[in-house]
């Protein structure tokens, strides 16, 4: 096979993403019953999707034999963020926007900088056109603006911010964000990805997407896979200036969300009772985890998001008798935090469910 070392170095040096352990898998290889597994791996919405989604997808499965059209959902995020249409671009889920970013900014010669402990995908992304990765050292494991500016060079073109960040759960507030928007030069394209946005508490909130009529060089992503509990069906957004929209989306393909994908963000960006009672039992569990983690005396990172990271003396065997015992949460040390292990806020059984699996793991 000679002529896999014509594939592009670049390419070959990528460290794989992995994904949060599917249940199917646990089922397989310890053999228990999957109505008995708790994931809180993957940051999935515990209560599901919308149910006026899912009667969405119902009625639209009589046209799957049609191409997708995106106009009803695009004009529809256009009126709920009092943009243009020209400036939203859909994704099938919003890592595939990060990737069309990249593919319109980045190449080899090129640079993109994120911060240490930032969301995997940034650097996956940006190798992915044989740009380098530049890291910024995290304070406090969270996103540090003076690091991050230090960090850019001549020849850095994207600039990688998730607020609130996964896998950390920090948070940049409103001043800080666009104390580092004003000090980054605009050759420099600012992805501010709000995977998480939904979850901050009122106060916390910002209307980022204002900020594009200042900031030329910002591009906002957001998502259906975290509250609106679509993460199944891939479909997220980019908000951006018109020029930037326009080019992005000339490396789209033309049919990335399908029409399940499209009925369904489009009926759940309106069910306003579904993510308020996402909303209110995300901060009830959160509540009771980080509780209950110190009950057992172990640390946690605050966190803003529906997850919550902690350390303890040995991550790999905690996990282990967590898996033996039908709980999934998220080892991190892809992403160099050996020690911690994430957790996503599920349902209260489900939280509670977690934190006797944890306490007997770290007792055995
Ligand atoms: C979960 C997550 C996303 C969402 O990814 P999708 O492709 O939309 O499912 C984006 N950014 C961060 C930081 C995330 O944690």
């Known amino acids: 096979m000679k002529f896999l070392d014509y594939a592009l170095p670049y390419v070959c040096g990528i460290q794989p993403y992995v994904p949060g352990k599917p249940v199917t898998q646990l089922v ?7 109505e008995t597994i708790v994931k809180l791996a993957s940051n999935e919405n515990p209560l599901g999707m919308s149910p006026q989604a899912r009667q969405a997808v119902v009625v639209a499965l009589g046209g799957v034999a049609r191409y997708p059209d995106q106009h009803a959902l695009t004009a529809a995020l256009a009126a709920h963020h009092g943009v243009s249409a020209e400036q939203i671009v859909l994704g099938n889920g919003s890592n595939d926007v990060l990737d069309l970013v990249a593919r319109v900014f980045l190449a080899q010669g090129r640079s993109a900088v994120m911060s240490e402990y930032a969301f995997a995908v940034y650097p996956l992304v940006t190798q992915a056109t044989g740009a380098e990765c530049l890291v910024a050292p995290a304070y406090q494991f969270g996103h540090d603006p003076v690091a991050l500016k230090a960090a850019l060079r001549a020849d850095t073109r994207v600039l990688w911010i ?10 940049l507030p409103q001043a800080v964000l666009r104390g580092l928007l004003a000090a980054v030069p605009e050759e420099v394209v600012v992805v501010l990805d709000e995977a998480y946005t939904e979850y901050l508490s009122p106060a916390e909130r910002m209307d980022s997407i204002a900020w594009i009529a200042e ?3 910002l591009v906002v992503t957001r998502t259906f896979s975290k509250i609106y509990g679509l993460a199944g069906l891939r479909v997220g957004y980019a908000v951006a200036r018109t020029g930037v929209a326009a080019l992005m989306q000339r490396v789209r393909q033309p049919f990335n969300v399908g029409n399940l994908g499209l009925v369904a963000a489009l009926a759940a960006l309106d069910d306003h009772l579904f993510i308020a009672e996402s909303y209110t039992l995300n901060h009830r569990g959160m509540e009771e985890i980080v509780a209950g983690l110190k009950r057992l005396g172990l640390e946690h990172i ?23 015992q039908g709980v999934i949460v998220r080892p991190l040390d892809g992403y160099g935090m050996p020690r911690h292990l994430r957790v996503t806020i599920g349902r209260d059984t489900e939280n509670r469910r977690f934190l006797e699996a944890l306490e007997k793991a770290l007792h055995s």
């Not at 397989?28 to 999957?34: F, N, V």
């Not at 998730?162 to 948070?171: H, K």
């Not at 605050?302 to 033996?324: C, E, I, K, M």
């Open 215 to 217: 900031f030329p060089n």
């Open 302 to 324: 605050p966190s803003h998001g529906n997850f919550v990271t902690f350390a303890v003396a040995d991550a790999p065997r905690v996990n282990q008798h967590l898996l033996a």
């Open 28 to 34: 397989r290889e310890l053999g228990l019953q999957a």
């Open 162 to 171: 998730a607020n609130p960040n996964n896998p950390t759960g920090t948070f």
